[in-house]
């Protein structure tokens, strides 16, 4: 397979796609990069010359910044914790044998091929609307007082929106792993004197650990980016606005291009980071 | 202490019936093994024993109670699978500590069982590992000593060397042996390899499509199979049956003779043949005859080395008292 001529064939052909890729990385980055060191305020000036570390400073000192890792960790960790814990359980379910069992699983992956914009739209309009909604029906239908969702409970709401979207993922990840477990394993349990509950615990828990952390760590890097559902419902407001949306923010609202890209590269520490615990682990599940 | 009586037990997978009814005692301390070729049912049988299957109907009796509808982990036997089935996130010490700490023994206890039954099977110096870093020998003592720290009723083991190397399963084979004389507790072992029957059982059960055959000592099964299938069964090489005129002579309709109870020689005999491929195993030499008075090839015992080659003209001379004749349905007439 590694002759020396196949190893240069094969570097030639991944050549350009190499090169593509690299490129539509490279070149945001460095600009992103550029920029932040930069006081770029188009409205009102454009490029006004170079401006050291100011953008970073004025970035983290900002009375909005702190709220706004706030509210990106409890999305991120709420999503999380709510995706991991469904997805067991409904890992579990899907994993037993039962009638029409290829399209309950079908129907269980759907949401995670609908667009993020789209659902939040269907969110927002179809289940919590707070006059035509299904939520606010069923509110009334039990003589309740509809929730006006997005304004009253905005953080609960989107970690819901982003929560269903990702269900299918964490789900699915968790279901393969769990059909990887070696039914001997099981059995031997079984004959062990270990009750179904201990059973779980025991055995199905920490032979579903290394999937666990595979669907956290790729989970956290893209519910951190999470914004077409914020913009989409919220806006940001009503304490919703997460770093990402911040950076947005900065760049239209403020119109401050340097401003937002600094905490562009804030963001994007902060991905590898948690990229590189991910590829540890990945790399390490390819392995063994 | 450790009987099993099964009686009338059957299992049929949605409507097809793989163990037709089935009476079967198992002797308490008593090393049984179920052989068969594979797909006859061994595994399903040591299965619905376990409680790892349903009986579709029957009873299933261990130590004089009825346990058909008791649960595995109530029927107080052990089991060896396999794959092992060792758990992989858990140390040696805790896998052979498993089955105890969910019968919920004191720490003290579990210690001390867990490091004699380490001692009995030399895993002491492998206790803190994971079963990922253990040779197969090692993983298969592992498995063993989760069984044997239950002190269980009986043992049921699930073809327990296949994964093993020629070499290993040797004295894997002795280790289990000498495991059952020092206990001294029922044994039921499930193997397609009817060298391992022969040479582990105090008892052998030949099934075939879920039926048994044959139940006997390995010399009684040796020296009197039942009927065609257990003489071509049991026994390595196998025995030669032989169908045709000469089958007719001698009043059968089959005609089995083992390679060692027949004699060749290049002067004189009663069947005269051709040389075909042979065998040189130092202590023996297999030739397989190609006979004028039968089809198939005869495999011929001679012991030592033996100067005959490929191509020449020998005579084969069958040993009357060893001489096994079956009838038309393939049954023992004498």
Known sequence: MSTNASRSAARVMMAPAVILLLGWMLVPLTMTFWFSFRKFLPMRGGDLGFAGFDNYVRFLTSSSFWPAVQTTLIIVISVLVITVVLGILLAMLLDQPMWGQGIVRILVIAPFFVMPTVSALLWKNMFMDPVNGLFAHLFKAFGAEPVIWLTDAALPSIIMIVSWQWLPFATLILLTARQSLDSEQMEAAEMDGAPLLKRFWFIVLPHLGRAITVVILIQTIFILSTFAEIFVTTSGAFDTRTLTYLIFQRITDSQNIGLGSAGGVYAIILANIVALFLMRIVGKNLDA | ??????????????????????????????????????????????????????????QIHIDGKDSTQL????????MVFQSYALYPHMSVRNNIAFPLKMAKLGRDKINSKVMAAAEVLNLTDYLERRPGLLSGGQRQRVAIGRAIVREPKAFLFDEPLSNLDAALRVEMRLEIGELHKRLATTMVYVTHDQVEAMTMADRIVVLKAGNIEQVGSPLELYSKPKNVFVAGFIG???????????????????????????????????????????????????????????????????????????????????????????????????
């Open chain 2, 1 to 58: 202490m450790g009987r099993i009586v099964l009686d009338q037990v059957n299992k049929s997978f949605d409507g097809v019936e793989v163990i037709p009814p089935l009476d079967l005692t198992i002797e308490d301390g008593e090393f049984t093994v179920f052989v068969g070729p594979s797909g006859c049912g061994k595994s399903t049988l040591l299965r619905l024993i376990a409680g790892l299957e349903d009986v579709t109907g029957g």
């Open chain 2, 71 to 78: 649960a595995p982990a109530k029927r107080k036997l052990a």
């Open chain 2, 236 to 334: 390595s090489p196998s025995m030669n049956l032989l169908e045709g005129p000469e089958a007719v002579k001698l009043g059968a309709k089959t005609i089995g003779i083992r390679p060692e109870h027949l004699s060749i020689s290049d002067q004189e005999g009663v069947w005269s043949g051709i040389i075909g491929v042979s065998e040189h195993l130092g202590s023996d030499t297999f030739f397989h005859v190609k006979c004028d008075a039968f089809p198939e090839p005869i495999t011929v015992r001679a012991s030592g080395e033996v100067s005959l080659h490929y191509g020449e003209k020998v005579f084969l001379t069958p040993n009357h008292a060893h001489l096994h004749l079956f009838s038309d349905d393939g049954l023992r007439i004498a």
